[in-house]
């Protein structure tokens, strides 16, 4: 089994900037894509940005030139970052992580995070 724990969340004033970081743990053989999802009230979660194991990543238009996933994977770390900047009201949401965590050479399965919270004041 792994782990993912998430932490930076918090209150931030609209223009401002918080640094999300999560943590992958446990039994981990390798960690391919890594991702961060977002959800609103009563809106289904939307893939925000990814970052393959050669760095590689992807963003959805709306925070693209704001958002910056990166990674660290050394194995003491195996951590992914979402750098945010520039918040906007819309902005406020549970940020989660994700994973596609190989716990042995044949088995992968997508992990998440439990969530942090993202609040933005206008």
């Known amino acids: 089994q792994a782990q993912l724990v998430e932490s930076g969340g918090g209150l931030v004033q609209a223009g401002g900037s918080l640094r999300l970081s999560c943590a992958a743990s446990?039994?981990?053989?390798?960690?391919?894509?890594m991702y961060w999802y977002r959800q609103t009230l009563g809106k289904q979660r939307e893939l925000v940005a990814s970052?393959?194991?050669?760095?590689?990543?992807?963003?959805i238009d709306s925070v693209k030139g704001r958002f910056t996933i990166s990674r660290d994977n050394a194995k003491a770390k195996n951590t992914v970052y979402l750098q945010v900047n520039s918040l906007k009201p819309e902005g406020r949401a549970v940020y989660y992580c994700?994973?596609?965590?190989?716990?042995?050479?044949?088995?992968?399965?997508?992990?998440w995070g439990q969530g942090t919270q993202v609040t933005v004041s206008s």
């Open positions: 446990g039994s981990i053989f390798s960690i391919n894509a």
């Open positions: 994700a994973a596609d965590i190989r716990t042995s050479w044949d088995q992968e399965y997508k992990y």
């Open positions: 970052i393959e194991t050669g760095g590689s990543t992807n963003y």
